[in-house]
């Protein structure tokens, strides 16, 4: 489903990504780790087209992400980010019913009917009209989860989506990726949750320095890692 080679980018004089090899099979759910600062928002942001690689390919369903379809493969590729960045002053229906209807021009009964599926993909069934302010972080992020869903995408990317939640909000967040996992969503996750990591993810992607370091099943890796950069990573998370 996605296919990247040779990705390289540079911010100013940095190298951030030097040239990352990545496959994520569709169905899959993909665990990228890494120390902060080795490029792992960068490679998210360079598979939604919302970074531009200075060299190297993005293939998202077979088709390469380039200047010309960047626009309308971000919408194939929904995209949570750690921060919810729930539209403040509009329902939760109206969040999810917004992009379909001004980017995909959907009727406001087709984009509502769409939007009621994917709040009950993400248990909020009964939400429509509140305000995102009244929901607990939990709630926001599995409102925002849905509002990805709800433009039909055929992968997810997530950064970290559940470092700003509190501890006991943060396995809501993990379930509604499983659920999505079970029901053949490809996925791709930046996490510090080693737990889900193991129990959930069929990679595991180790990144260090904007390089791949270590790839592999997600239990063998975090078991017995073979490179020195994961095992000094895993170490720190403990
Ligand atoms: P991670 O998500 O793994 O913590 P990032 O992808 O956010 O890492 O950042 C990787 C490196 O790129 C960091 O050194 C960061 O400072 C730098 N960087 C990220 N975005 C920008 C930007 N827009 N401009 C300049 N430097 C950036
Ligand atoms: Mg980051």
Do not use: W
Request: net charge neutral; charged share 25%; glycine share 10%.
């Amino acid at each position: 489903m996605i296919r990247v080679r040779g990705l390289v980018k540079r911010f100013g004089g940095d190298i951030v990504l030097d040239g990352i090899d990545l496959d994520v099979p569709e169905g899959a759910l993909v665990a990228l780790i890494g120390p902060s600062g080795c490029g792992k928002s960068t490679l998210l942001r360079c598979l939604n087209g919302l970074e531009t690689p200075d060299s190297g390919e993005i293939e998202i369903d077979g088709e390469r992400l380039g200047p010309g379809n960047a626009a309308r493969l971000r919408g194939r590729v929904g995209m949570v980010f750690q921060s919810f960045n729930l539209f403040p002053h509009r329902s939760v229906l109206s969040n999810l019913t917004l992009a379909p209807r001004v980017v995909r021009h959907r009727s406001r009964e087709q984009a509502e009917a769409d939007a009621r599926l994917a709040l009950a993909r993400v248990g909020l069934s009964g939400f429509e009209s509140r305000a995102p302010a009244t929901l607990s972080g939990g709630q926001q992020q599995r409102a925002a989860i849905a509002r990805a869903l709800a433009m039909a995408p055929r992968a997810m990317l997530y950064d970290e989506p559940t470092s700003a939640l509190d501890p006991e909000r943060v396995g809501e967040v993990l379930a509604v990726m499983r659920d999505l996992d079970a029901g053949g969503m490809t996925q791709v996750v930046v996490t510090h949750e080693m737990r889900f990591v193991r129990e959930a993810a069929d990679t595991v992607v180790v990144l260090d320095h904007g390089r791949v370091v270590e790839s592999g099943p997600a239990a063998e890796v975090l078991a017995a890692p073979r490179d020195a950069r994961t095992r000094n990573f895993l170490g720190s998370m403990q």
